[in-house]
């Protein structure tokens, strides 16, 4: 006799039993197309350099660049985004709106050597500033602080050099309040009104950026960044309140950071704003700890990074940045 389930009638196990109908009946894709490799371009910087906290990355010269971005031509990605790594640092982060910047020549570069390949530039100022912030410091109230409206009008200016080095689409990461609406105003002031702009929207305060911090050398000088990314315990509904301001003010994708530990976070921003292209940062620390786990002979690398990219899809995400979009491509072939 069936029981009330349906069983034996019902047997959810055929679905699984042929390999040929698991793969009939799967509804989440994952291509190399979806997925945005980061890269670090180091001023200065003789051939490539590993990053000791993140196996198998580099901070690249520009040269180096050059022959990665040729490597990565045929193999189908989404895109690039670039992070730069200045010759010097000062408090106000200049270098970030030199025409002569780090990431500005890495964006000539990119252009020239994958004319076909997207390329996006994040804006920001903590790998440019001496103070390791993201963007330009005072005190307030004695306590010093980033000044979010002094900011604003830099990072519009970051965006318009990145823009006219070759950017094909504007990250900015910093999480200033109306960043995204300044930018969008120097942008098209400037003629560039149909350059994109991926808003890092959601972008909480995460320990997962550790690595990160010594591949871009970006280590926030004194204190943390809790006044300006968001608290991890914070009411999910604040980050729907991010990308609704973000959108407002003209962000055209928009971005949760990390992602594994914020899938809950794609998945309402998704269901909340279900034509907006969404991107998940698969961040340094998620990368990390896979390798150091890999190494060991703990777990396996390639199944264990293409289950988590498949899970931050299934989650809701279009478009991943990922450490693992080079290699992704290749097994995904
Ligand atoms: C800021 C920025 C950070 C990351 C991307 N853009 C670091 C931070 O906010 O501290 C982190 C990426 C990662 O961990 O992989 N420019």
């Known amino acids: 006799m069936p029981d009330s389930s349906g069983f034996p009638t019902t047997r959810l196990r055929r679905l699984r039993y042929l390999p040929q109908v698991r ?14 490799y980061p890269l670090f371009v180091k001023a200065g910087g003789r051939g490539r350099e590993e990053i000791a906290s993140m196996p198998g990355q580099f901070q690249l010269s520009l040269e180096e660049l050059d022959r990665e971005m040729t490597e990565l031509a ?13 010759a010097a640092k000062d408090a106000t982060g200049s270098d970030a709106l030199s025409d002569q910047g780090i990431v500005q020549q890495a964006l000539a570069v990119t252009k020239r050597a994958a004319p076909g390949m997207l390329a996006i530039s994040d804006v920001c100022f903590c790998e440019y500033t001496s103070h390791g912030h993201c963007g330009l410091l005072h ?3 004695g306590q010093t602080d980033v000044d979010n409206d002094a900011t604003l009008e830099l ?17 900015p990461s910093g999480m200033m ?10 942008l098209d002031a400037a003629g560039f009104t149909q350059t994109p702009i991926m808003s890092y929207a959601a972008k909480y305060a995460s320990a997962f950026y550790g690595p990160f911090r010594d591949a871009a050398d970006s280590a926030p000088q004194f204190g943390d960044r809790r006044s300006y990314q968001m608290d991890p315990a914070s009411d999910p509904g604040q980050a729907l309140r991010e990308v609704e301001l973000d959108l407002a003010e003209g962000a055209d994708l928009i971005m949760v950071k990390p992602a594994l530990a914020y899938l809950d976070i794609l998945r309402s921003v998704r269901d909340r704003f279900p034509g907006v292209p969404l991107a998940a940062y698969n961040v340094s620390g998620e990368y990390s700890m896979v390798k150091a786990a890999a190494a060991r002979g703990w777990i396996d690398e ?10 931050m899809r299934r989650a809701g995400a279009s478009a991943i940045l990922t450490y693992w979009a080079k290699d992704a491509a290749r097994w995904l072939a």
Not at 74 to 79: A, E, H, K, S, Y
């Open 23 to 36: 793969q009939l009946v799967r509804s989440t894709r994952l291509a190399p197309s979806d997925l945005i």
């Open 74 to 86: 045929g193999l189908g990605l989404g895109g690039v985004i670039l992070f730069g790594l200045p």
């Open 139 to 141: 005190e307030h109230h």
């Open 155 to 171: 990072l519009g200016r970051q965006a318009v050099s990145h823009a006219r080095a070759g950017a094909d689409m504007i990250a």
């Open 177 to 186: 309040d109306g960043m995204v609406g300044s930018i969008r105003r120097a």
């Open 302 to 311: 390639r199944a264990t990074a293409l289950e988590s990219l498949v899970a």
